[in-house]
């Protein structure tokens, strides 16, 4: 009692009450109260970092962050195992010690739970009943006017980019979280975790003088009983504390996926950069891109925004048939998906089963843009649905990580940074700001490895950041050509995981370079990377012994590998902008890299490339399939793979195929009574060894028409080259076109028809200029009379059956013209366009 008198009567006094450390060495946090206000700082080997500052919250019936007066207190040790599935190391082990200290004043009664760990200090508040909305809180960071600090503007999607200033000199304005300041010689990464749909998302207002306030997104916060908020969280100590740390993960609840033997963190092939939308919707640019990813042992594939552009998408979509042949390499397929489709429980419920029931792997979902509680309750809602179904997810235009990789596992990445797909403010002083800042919090998804794009840094900076950012699943922005002109690159990357044992800050600081080491098993990858002036780096023996370091760094002329097996510190140049990646191991073979368990190289060669049929008819197809591995292949089966209801002869059957050798076959295949009109893919398939390899004859498939009438010659295909569709109806025959007129001399014919409208191809497309998608009129003139003249068609419409009496007509001109608005959209179709003569 005595005790808890003294306490009491020195925190009336403003005298400071540190809690008991229980042998937990690093930052201690001092909460001192004056005048019924209470201030929490924190120390770092003796220096005050942050200064005290004001803490409290108020609520709709209650003022807690004034007239308090200290009615208890007691503590806890905290010591947690855990792993997770992927970042920065996977074992976690937490030893903390916290304090409760429990506050009254005439409002009513606070909670103060205060943190501290190795790597910093964190506190929260928790109301024991409901004192109504929360409408704010006192809480604010004070910083020294003088320390540097690196900070990025606020934007709801966290996508600006950081910058170096002091915490007294950034501009009175609004900033993400997190915030890095260094005061003498430590640094404070200031951030948030535990945040859920049970409170709003907080930013930092700078207010001068070096105070940052709290602001809440919405300004009035939905509480239901009892309330523990969100942490506040300063990870302090060195740089290597703070890059190393895993507190925000540390603070978070703990998994609520029981099982996640299902979760596989590892590089995808992310194809977004290497063409945008009309990449997306391209099957066999995507299967390229699958067969590239299979060779290298990459296990997935991101099909990005565009591919559903179909209105009849779960009708037509070709990513079912990705899937097949993606899971026949070993490769699983993720999908964006825009947040209006899954925003609500109806939607989700409609639309996520369809991607479970394709075999998609994972889901990129985006533009969810805020920190607002609504916002938080959807993400609690899609998080267990998601989890259920064995999605991995990869949320874009989103929040910042806190905590979310430990409680639900299957989050395997976040972007919240200004990243790769940006077309300015990506200075390698921002690149080498990233690892001490954004990606100290999460999963970070930049999407490295752009070779193929002009950039700030050198490819040496470029490949670096394949171990300098960490992301469960690491989305990487090349094109295949843009690798193989990079073997070096190539190599690195094919050897490179996702998910990492360990993780060291070697050297640097943020804005000028950086030097870091992840471990995975038994081998080191490291990456470095320097903003401005060439230089050299140092590369520090990872343990005591010899080590096989094989670095790959900017040369003269490109990339150069250079072998040292040593037991000492290693100096590396390193060109301006530029920068290194290295692969250490002990030195028990000649090279650290493994074989990747990629599928075996080989090629099919088919003939012929396409063939124009119709129902009931048979063609020919003949093909090579060629062992170019360096391994024989056993149990090759070799054959084309039909649609349903279509017949093909026997397949060829060999047991072994060396190195080097081929397999030849010639097959009849016939369509089918009622077949699917328009382009069809059939491929020539060979399986082998638990994967496939294919090339495709396309075979136009159309139907003839009764007796009397004959098609209009076009060009039978889509202004983008695929089949004629408007609808969702498709066409074997007909006309694909931009504004423009086509003119046929008739004989004697009496009628023409034709089914009209938007191709489905630019369905959910918009112009940026105009605003909206495609929009056309379509006209039929006889002898340049206009005989008949359509409503205004747009992308959204259905397809419009036409009719039009041309008698006597000589010259017919079939005219589409722009609907008015300009835009680039207007892909229109002349569907099974016929005469009757």
């Known amino acids: 009692m005595a005790v808890r008198t003294l306490a009491v009567v020195a925190l009336a006094l403003g005298l400071v009450v540190p809690p008991a450390q229980a042998g937990v060495e690093g930052p201690r946090a001092v909460v001192e109260v004056s005048g019924g206000a209470v201030t929490l700082a924190v120390t770092h080997r003796g220096r005050t970092v942050v200064r005290p500052s004001p803490v409290g919250i108020m609520t709709e019936r209650a003022d807690l962050s004034a007239g308090l007066s200290l009615s208890g207190k007691s503590r806890r040790a905290i010591f947690e195992h855990y792993r997770t599935t992927s970042g920065k190391k996977r074992d ?60 990025a503007k606020y934007r709801r999607d966290y996508e600006n980019p950081f910058l170096q200033t002091t915490a007294g000199s950034a501009e009175q304005a609004e900033y993400m979280h997190p ?20 409170y709003s998302g907080g930013r930092l207002v700078h207010v001068g003088g070096g105070r940052y306030q709290v602001k809440l997104w919405d300004p009035s916060v939905s509480v239901s009983g009892a309330l523990k908020t969100p942490w506040r969280t300063m990870i302090v100590g060195s740089l290597a504390t703070v890059v190393e740390s895993t507190l925000v993960d540390d603070l978070a609840p703990a998994s609520r996926v029981r099982d996640t033997s299902w979760i596989k963190p590892g590089p995808a092939v992310w194809s977004w950069l290497a063409g945008g939308r009309s990449v997306q919707q391209d099957l066999v640019r995507q299967k390229e891109f699958v067969d590239y990813a299979a060779a290298r042992g990459w296990p997935y594939v991101v099909v990005d925004a565009g591919w559903y552009d179909d209105p009849n998408w779960r009708q037509t979509s070709f ?37 479970h029931r394709w075999g998609v792997r994972g889901l990129k979902i985006d533009f969810m843009d805020s920190d607002g509680q609504e916002r938080y309750r959807w993400y609690d809602e899609i998080l267990p649905e998601t989890a259920r179904m064995h999605f991995l997810v990869n949320f874009h235009g989103a929040t910042l990580p806190h905590g979310v990789h430990r ?50 840094n050198t490819d040496g900076g470029e490949l670096a950041l394949s171990v300098l950012y ?84 900017d040369g003269a002329a490109g990339l150069v590998k250079e072998t040292h097996v040593t037991s000492e510190k290693l100096t590396i140049p390193v060109a301006r902008d530029g920068g290194f990646v290295a692969l250490v191991c002990r030195p028990a073979r000649g090279t650290c890299a493994r074989p990747t368990g990629g599928v075996p190289s080989t090629s099919v060669a ?77 491929p020539l398939v060979a399986r082998f060894a638990g994967a496939e390899a294919e090339k495709a004859t396309r075979a136009h498939v159309w139907k003839p028409l009764p007796s009397g009438q004959i098609y209009v010659a076009g060009n039978d295909r889509s202004v983008e080259g695929r089949t004629l569709t408007t609808g969702g109806v498709r066409f074997g ?3 694909g076109t931009t504004p423009a007129d086509r003119t046929v001399e008739l004989g004697t014919c009496s009628r023409f028809d034709a089914t009209v409208g938007v191709d489905d191809e630019v369905d959910g497309r918009v112009d940026r200029a105009a605003g909206v998608g495609g929009t056309v009129t379509f006209e039929v003139l006889g002898d340049g009379r206009v005989l008949h003249a359509s409503p205004l068609r747009r992308s959204v419409d259905p397809a419009l059956p036409i009719s039009v009496d041309v008698g006597g007509v000589k010259a017919l001109t079939l005219r589409v013209t722009d609907g008015g608005d300009g835009t680039s959209l207007d892909n229109a179709v002349w569907g099974d366009a016929r005469l009757t003569c």
Do not use: C
């Open 470 to 553: 960490e992301s469960g699943v690491q989305n990487l922005a090349g094109r295949p050509d843009s690798y193989d002109a990079r073997p070096l690159a190539r190599w690195f990357l094919e050897q490179a995981p996702a998910a990492w044992d360990e993780t060291r800050l070697l050297s640097g600081r943020p804005t000028e370079s950086v030097v870091m080491a992840r471990r995975s098993g038994d081998r080191w990858f490291v990456g470095g990377a320097v903003a401005g002036e060439a230089r050299v780096l140092d590369l520090p023996a990872l343990g005591a012994g010899r080590w096989l370091v094989e670095v790959v760094r």
């Open 92 to 151: 976690r082990v937490v030893r903390a010690t916290e304090t409760t200290y429990r506050f009254t004043s005439a409002a009513g009664e606070l909670g103060l739970v205060v943190r501290e760990s190795p790597d910093g200090v964190a506190y929260r508040y928790e109301l024991p009943r409901s004192y109504g909305a929360v409408t704010g809180e006192a809480s604010a960071f004070v910083l020294p006017a003088d320390s540097v600090a690196w900070l």
């Open 733 to 735: 025959k007909g006309i």
């Open 179 to 198: 915030a890095l300041f260094e005061v003498g010689g430590s640094y404070a990464l200031i951030t948030e975790s535990d945040v859920d749909g049970r």
């Open 606 to 682: 088919v003939s012929p490339s396409e063939v124009s049929v119709q129902p009931g008819q048979a063609f020919e197809m003949s093909g090579t399939f060629t062992n170019t591995s360096d391994r024989s292949l056993h149990g090759v089966t070799f054959a084309p793979r039909v649609p349903s209801g279509w017949d093909v002869s026997p397949a060829v059957r060999v047991s072994r195929v060396a190195p080097g050798a081929s397999v030849h076959g010639r097959w009849t295949v016939t369509v089918g009574a009622n077949p699917v009109v328009g382009l069809t893919e059939v």
């Open 407 to 456: 409680t639900w596992p299957h989050v395997m990445t976040t972007e919240a940074v200004h990243g790769a797909e940006k077309s300015s403010g990506l200075t390698t002083g921002h690149l080498t700001a990233l690892p001490f800042t954004r990606n100290v919090v999460g999963g970070m998804d930049y999407t490295p490895g752009g070779f193929h794009r002009a950039r700030a």
């Open 319 to 355: 990513i079912p048939e990705l899937v097949r042949y993606a899971s026949a390499r070993g490769v699983g397929i993720h999908t964006w998906v825009r947040f209006s489709s899954v925003d609500t429980a109806e939607k989700r419920a409609d639309y996520l089963p369809w991607l």
